[in-house]
């Protein structure tokens, strides 16, 4: 099975690096096929998502991917900077649905901002629709010189829409998910404001009638980042649309303790992923060793389990990380009084460890 490598910017290689180590510890021989993609695609090739990495990425069974983006590519024209990579993956290939599962492990309650009785035993799945919303709609840009400079503008814009199989598509993608856990799915919108939203409600809803064995809730977009810190525990499943779906994700990623922890799987209609961090590329901390790799080792493991019909391997590799958590060894995101502060590499290899 071929694996396509896409490590990015920032701590992106650092954190692949690890992710790659512990896939390379299964002894399953996967073939690891590197490429540029991000500002390191840029400044090798121009683009940072050449044809040779997409095309990679099309051959390959699946995608492991680390992250892209640096502030010194802010000031290149929209087309060329990091961001465009991940995007034009997610719509190349057609990865509709965004699995971010946010889980507080035991032994990092303590971790979250939140006070340990919210979070504790907190397991909740975000479904995001990832190729859609105001992220793709057109028309976009900016009035009087679309390519010029910022300053003088008039005035910018950006479309939010949604189409009738867009919204379907991943309304069953969630209650199918829902199906497999407690049967409980909640749908974000702003449906008080936007038509788009009072347009997604409506489709949901009508899907619901496909899932009468799923209780369905509709939520406001702010009132859900108000009860996500409120009684986080109140959630299960969560769909929502691209936008939405990209902030609440982040909202409930720190209430696991750290963003660093939060892995996601990016699925087509085939079953085809791309498996990555929910985190950035976090430019200010990279290079100095001191990245948590676990959100991208954990977004292997959704891989093997996903795209690669490997659950049992899948599992090993959750297990591992549980048992060095438990050993006390921490990053600097998620390390507290007590637990002992590790680095990038050394967490790696210690899942490695506990692999073998
Ligand atoms: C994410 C990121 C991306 C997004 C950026 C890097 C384009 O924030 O995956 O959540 O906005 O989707
Ligand atoms: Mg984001």
């Known amino acids: ?198 347009f997604w409600k409506d489709v949901v809803t009508e899907v619901h009638a496909q899932y009468p064995d799923v209780e369905l809730e509709h939520m406001y977009v702010d009132n859900a980042a108000m009860q996500l810190v409120r009684a986080p525990k109140k959630f299960d499943v969560v769909v929502t649309g691209n936008m939405f779906g990209d902030i609440l994700s982040d909202e409930a990623s720190m209430l696991t303790g750290s963003i660093g922890m939060l892995p996601s799987a990016s699925l087509n209609e085939r079953g085809f992923g791309l498996y990555e961090p929910s985190h950035g590329s976090a430019p200010d901390i990279a290079g100095k060793g001191i990245a948590n790799p676990l959100a991208t080792i954990l977004s292997a493991a959704m891989m093997l389990r996903y795209s690669l019909g490997k659950a049992e391997q899948a599992d090993r590799i959750d297990a591992a990380v549980q048992r060095v958590l438990a050993r006390g060894l921490r990053t600097a995101d998620i390390w507290s009084e007590g637990t002992s502060r590790v680095g990038t590499v050394q967490m790696g290899d210690a899942v490695v460890a506990e692999l073998r």
């Not at 073939?31 to 540029?36: H, I, Q, S």
């Not at 492991?64 to 290149?76: P, R």
Request: net charge negative.
């Open 1 to 198: 099975m071929k694996i396509a490598v896409l490590a990015g910017d920032g701590i992106g290689p650092e954190i692949v690096a690890e992710a790659t180590k512990v896939l390379v510890a299964l002894d399953e021989h996967f073939e690891l096929e590197p490429a540029l993609v991000g500002g390191a695609a840029y400044e090798a090739h121009g683009h940072p998502l050449p044809d040779a990495t997409l095309n990679l990425a099309r051959a390959a069974d699946a995608v492991l991917f680390g992250a892209v983006g640096d502030w010194k590519f802010d000031k290149l024209e929209r087309a060329l900077r990091p961001e465009q990579a991940i995007l034009g993956l997610r719509k190349n290939l057609g990865l509709f649905a965004n699995f971010r599962p946010a889980i507080c492990y035991e032994q990092l309650t303590h971790a979250s901002s939140l006070k340990p009785e919210l979070v504790a035993g907190l397991d909740i799945l975000i479904v995001r629709e990832l190729t859609g919303d105001i992220y793709f709609g057109q028309p976009r840009g900016r009035r009087a010189a679309p390519d010029g400079p910022f300053a003088g503008q008039p005035e910018a814009f950006d479309t939010m829409r949604y189409s009738r199989p867009e919204i379907e598509r991943i309304a069953h993608v969630a209650f199918q998910a829902a199906r497999k856990r407690s049967r409980k799915l909640t749908s974000v919108d702003k449906a008080n404001v936007l038509e788009t939203f009072q």
